[in-house]
């Protein structure tokens, strides 16, 4: 279950990715092969995306060689669009990392997960729920190798993180309904 929805996540990245920032980017009264060719691409992925996240069966392994498939051609795509060091990046990335640990890569996942935590540490900060994820990402991958003594204190950063998060947004939404911003 775990590896389809990364799956679908890498897909649907892939395809936000070619919507918003190739498409897009396109003069809407110029249509060329290029752009007709990236849409084509874009509908693919939501293809596949549709048809994993909709699937009455799921081939473990088949599914994990798709997400990796997507994932890597997401990579290509955004760094190529916006470079390493941009969040987008970085939480495909982290999707990469959560295949690996549905694998059972641990390695490569963990490797994975530190690069995209210290992407996202540097253009995000390290209070920011993506980096949140990714910090809950590398404990879940200590978590799966049995290695406690660094699950736990991961979990706890991750979770001060939301917690941090959370606060900070009811927070602003208490003092929007005081100046009755609703």
Wanted: proline share 3%; hydrophobic share 40%.
């Amino acid at each position: 279950m775990r590896s389809r929805i990364l799956l679908v996540l890498c897909l649907f990245g892939a395809l936000v990715t070619l919507s918003g920032r190739i498409v897009g980017d396109e003069p809407a009264q110029e249509p060329n092969v290029a752009a007709q060719a990236k849409t084509s691409q874009r509908d693919q992925l939501w293809e596949q995306a549709m048809e994993v996240a909709n699937a009455g069966e799921f081939d473990e392994t088949v599914n994990l060689a798709k997400g990796f498939k997507a994932a890597l051609e997401c990579l290509v795509i955004l760094e190529k669009l916006l470079g390493k060091e941009h969040p987008d990046y970085s939480i495909c990335l982290t999707n990469l990392a959560g295949l690996y640990l549905s694998a059972g890569n641990f390695l490569e996942a963990e490797s994975v997960y530190r690069e995209a935590m210290a992407i996202q540490k540097k253009v995000l900060g390290n209070e920011h729920p993506e980096y949140a994820a990714s910090v809950g990402g590398l404990a879940e991958l200590y978590f799966s190798m049995g290695d406690y003594e660094q699950t736990v204190p991961l979990y706890r950063q991750a979770v001060e993180i939301t917690l941090g998060i959370l606060e900070q947004t009811t927070n602003l939404q208490s003092e929007r309904m005081t100046r009755g911003f609703d």
